[in-house]
C-alpha cells in the first residue's frame, strides 16, 4: 500500500521524479515553512497572497494542460465562492461554525455550476475553440451582474454585495475560536497548497490521469478505446473549478473583502499566463511560476509602478517566441542535461 502511494506520488506525470529533487523538494518546504519566523506578520501575509492563488493556477494546469481544455474564465468560480462565502458567513456573524458552512456554500455552489455548464459544454459537443470564449463570456457576465449590486436593495440577508465597491468585511476563518489570521494563515495556505499539489500528482499518476493526458493527445482514439471521454473532461473541469474556488475562498479570508473586478477580463487572463509562462504540462512548473509572477506583479504594484502587467503580458510573449513548452519546464530540461553530460564526464 505504502508503495503504491508513493509510486503515485513520484511517478513520471510530473518533472521531478528524482531522489535530488525530493530533497530539493523537502528542503524547499521546509524553507517555507520556516520563513515566517525570519519575518513580520506583514511580510507572511504577503507570501500568504502568492501562496492563495497556486491552487486556482494548478486547476489551470490540470484542465488545460493536461486534459487539453483552455478555461479563459475558470476566475468565475474564484468569485463565486468568494461571495457565496461572504454572504453565508457574513450572515453567521458571532457563530464559529458561520465560516465553516461559508467554505462548504462556496465550494458546493462553484461545483454546481461548474458541473451545469461543463455539461452542456462537453456533452453537446462544443468545438474546443469555442470553449475559451464561452468560458469568458460567463466570468464577464458574472462581472456585469455582481458590477450593478449597489444600493441597499441587493442584500443578501444582513450582507450587501457592495456593487464595483465590492463586498466587505467579510469573516476570516476559524475553527471553533481559533481564527487564522497572520502567521497562522500563512500556514493555512501552505497546507492547502501541498495538499493540492500532492493530490494532483497522486490523480495524474493513476490511471484516471492517464486517460486524461490520452484525451488531450487524441480524443477520437481515446474514445475508440472505449473511455467515455466526456464524463472524464466533465470531471476534470469540475475538479479545476473546485481548486479556483479554493483560492476563491482563502481570497477573501485574506483580505477579507473581494470585488467583482476579481472575475474580470484581466483576472481572468492571469491564470492563463501563469500556466504558459511556466509550462502548462507541468504541475510543479505552474506552481514555480505562479509564486515568481504573483511576487513581480504584488511587488511592483505596492510601489506605485504601473508597469507591472506590461512586464507580465512581456513574459508571456517571450515565452511564447522563444519557450513554448514554459520556461520553467525548458531550464529543467537544460539544467538535466548538463547535470547528465557532468555526470557522464566524470564518469569516464
Not at 74 to 82: K, L, S
Request: charged share 10%; with cysteine.
Amino acid at each position: 500500500m505504502t508503495s503504491k502511494i508513493l509510486h503515485l506520488i513520484g511517478g513520471d506525470a510530473d518533472i521531478g521524479t528524482s531522489k535530488t529533487f525530493w530533497i530539493g523538494f523537502v528542503i524547499a518546504v521546509i524553507l517555507f515553512a520556516l520563513y515566517p519566523t525570519q519575518v513580520s506578520e506583514f511580510r507572511a501575509s504577503n507570501v500568504s497572497y502568492y501562496l492563495l492563488n497556486i491552487p486556482l493556477a494548478l486547476g489551470m494546469a490540470l484542465l488545460w494542460g493536461y486534459c487539453g481544455v483552455l478555461s479563459f474564465g475558470h476566475v468565475a468560480y474564484f468569485g463565486i465562492a468568494g461571495y457565496t462565502y461572504g454572504i453565508i458567513a457574513g450572515n453567521m456573524a458571532g457563530n464559529s461554525f458561520g465560516p465553516i458552512a461559508g467554505v462548504l456554500g462556496g465550494l458546493l455552489a462553484s461545483a454546481l455550476v461548474a458541473g451545469i455548464f461543463a455539461y452542456f459544454v462537453f456533452y453537446s459537443r462544443v468545438r474546443e475553440w469555442i470553449i475559451p470564449i464561452l468560458t469568458l463570456v460567463l466570468t464577464l457576465l458574472l462581472e456585469t451582474f455582481l458590477g450593478q449590486t449597489a444600493g441597499y436593495q441587493w442584500r443578501v440577508g444582513s450582507v450587501l454585495l457592495g456593487g464595483y465597491n465590492g463586498m466587505t468585511g467579510i469573516p476570516a476563518f476559524q475553527i471553533g475560536s481559533f481564527v487564522f489570521m497572520g502567521y497562522s494563515f500563512y500556514y493555512f495556505c501552505m497546507v492547502i497548497v501541498l495538499a493540492c499539489y500532492v493530490g494532483l500528482r497522486m490523480l495524474l499518476n493513476s490511471k484516471f490521469g492517464q486517460v486524461v493526458t490520452a484525451i488531450r493527445e487524441d480524443p477520437l482514439r481515446t474514445e475508440i478505446f472505449g473511455y467515455d471521454i466526456r464524463a472524464r473532461q466533465w470531471l476534470v473541469f469540475v475538479l479545476s473549478a473546485l481548486l479556483a474556488a479554493i483560492s476563491g475562498l482563502l481570497y477573501v479570508q485574506w483580505g477579507n473583502y473581494i470585488t467583482p473586478s476579481q472575475v474580470g477580463l484581466l483576472s481572468a487572463a492571469l491564470p492563463v499566463i501563469w500556466a504558459a509562462v511556466g509550462g502548462r504540462t507541468s504541475l510543479l512548473a505552474v506552481l514555480i511560476a505562479t509564486i515568481v509572477l504573483n511576487w513581480v506583479t504584488f511587488t511592483l504594484s505596492s510601489q506605485g509602478n504601473q508597469y507591472a502587467m506590461v512586464i507580465i503580458g512581456a513574459a508571456l510573449v517571450i515565452t511564447m517566441l522563444f519557450f513554448p513548452r514554459g520556461i520553467v519546464i525548458m531550464l529543467a530540461e537544460w539544467i538535466g542535461k548538463v547535470t547528465n553530460r557532468k555526470n557522464s564526464g566524470a564518469a569516464t
